[in-house]
């Protein structure tokens, strides 16, 4: 006879009295049930699990001054954090065009924003990189563009904490890195086709790694057996000089982590795409502004900006840029090296 009831399973028991690893994270990963927890997980200055903090949002919001019925593009919906602000400057009328490769985060997103009220007249969604915003401006009728385009070119957190998608070196997971998982080559079999020159010229270009020979030349030797992230840290630390110390060794084991995520998505190559595009997607009188954390993407914004004001691209560019405050970077150390950097075209709103 079966119990008409049956009692659901219990989750396995973590050893200890916190969760350490993040699949153990119950409570985290339930926001909508345990709010009082995910408050206090962030009032110590750390992320929940599964969960991203937007990062400068009041001064994207300055910028980019979204009004009732306009038109705009958050080219890296991610967890949805600038989205639903947007989404509420908008309203009523307005059109928020959300893009994002990833199609577990993706789905997510939109199932808590449509949750929120945002119906699909509010909100529409593409899955696709930034390299496509072109098309996906152009394919909604958008003619002459949108009254602002916003990107976070970082990655989210729900990516870097979660060990099953490669991209954090804190835990063992598989090396894959892909913002698309099953779409390209993932880490580990880019780091086996892969020649001593090419990987010596990503961690080069990619990350400015000051032991980028060095390493090149150890990590190709045994590029087969990198299939994990624990393997990976751990031949990086036996390739790296002696003589460094543990912060050091850190730092370099994250640009190696950097200059392969970079590599295995394109980044450096979907952001030039982006920037090529983005002055036929805002409309006369509207904003642009994109975030960067780090150096090779803040030097390509950079540029193009300026060379959009010399060309009459674009009007009116930032002279300085937009920093997290020391409250914020206290709060959410993740907004440390972000930069905000912003452009409007010239003429009048449509």
Same mark, same amino acid.
């Not at 394919?139 to 970082?154: E, K, M, P, Q």
């Not at 084991?253 to 950097?258: E, N, Y």
């Given at each position: ?12 028991? $973590?050893?200890? #009295?916190?969760?350490? =690893? %993040?699949?153990?994270? $119950? ?6 049930? $345990?709010?009082? &927890? /995910? !408050?206090? /997980? ?18 994207? &919001? ?6 009732? *019925? ?6 890296? +919906?991610? $967890?949805g954090g600038h989205a639903r602000r947007f989404l509420e400057r908008l309203a009523p009328e307005g059109t928020l065009l959300g893009l ?23 909100? /529409?969604?593409?899955? #696709?990189? %930034? ?13 002459? *563009? ?20 490669? %991209? ?22 880019? +780091?086996?086709? #892969? ?7 990503? &961690? ?33 630390? =036996? ?20 200059? +392969? ?11 030039e795409a982006l920037l090529r595009q983005l002055p036929a997607c805002v409309r006369p009188g509207g904003r642009a502004a994109l975030l ?28 300085? /840029? ?5 409250? !914020? ?13 912003w452009v409007r075209r010239g003429g009048a709103p449509a």
């Open positions: 006879m079966t119990d008409p009831d049956p009692k659901p399973p219990r989750r396995p028991r $973590y050893p200890g #009295t916190h969760p350490r =690893r %993040f699949e153990q994270k $119950y409570k985290e990963l339930a926001p909508e049930k $345990y709010p009082e &927890l /995910v !408050e206090h /997980v962030r009032e110590r200055g750390m992320t929940p699990a599964g969960q991203h903090v937007p990062i400068l949002v009041e001064e994207v &919001l300055a910028v980019l001054a979204p009004r009732p *019925g306009e038109r705009g593009v958050d080219c890296t +919906l991610g $967890y994002d490769v990833d199609p577990l985060e993706l789905e997510k997103t939109e199932a808590r924003l449509r949750a929120l009220g945002f119906g699909p007249d509010a909100l /529409v969604v593409r899955r #696709t990189n %930034f390299a496509g915003l072109g098309a996906a401006v152009f394919g909604l009728g958008w003619s002459d *563009g949108a009254d602002f385009v916003f990107a976070d070119l970082g990655v989210s957190s729900m990516q870097i904490d979660d060990p099953s998608r490669g %991209f954090t070196f804190k835990a063992d997971g598989p090396l894959d890195m892909r913002m698309h998982p099953g779409k390209g080559l993932s880490a580990a079999e880019w +780091l086996a086709r #892969t020649t001593r020159e090419e990987l010596e010229r990503a &961690l080069v270009e990619h990350a400015d790694e000051p032991h980028a020979e060095r390493l090149a030349s150890a990590l190709w030797l045994h590029n087969h057996e990198l299939t994990t992230t624990r393997a990976l840290v751990e031949a990086v630390r =036996r390739a790296l000089p002696p003589r460094l110390d543990e912060e050091e060794t850190t730092s370099s084991i994250r640009r190696v982590f950097q200059a +392969l995520r970079i590599q295995v998505n394109d980044e450096f190559g979907a952001l960067t954390f780090h150096s090779g993407e803040d030097r390509r914004v950079k540029h193009a900006f300026a060379a959009g004001v010399r060309d009459g691209v674009w009007s009116e560019v930032n002279d300085e /840029v937009v920093r997290a405050s020391a409250e !914020e970077r206290r709060a959410n150390p993740r907004s440390a090296p972000a930069k905000l950097r």
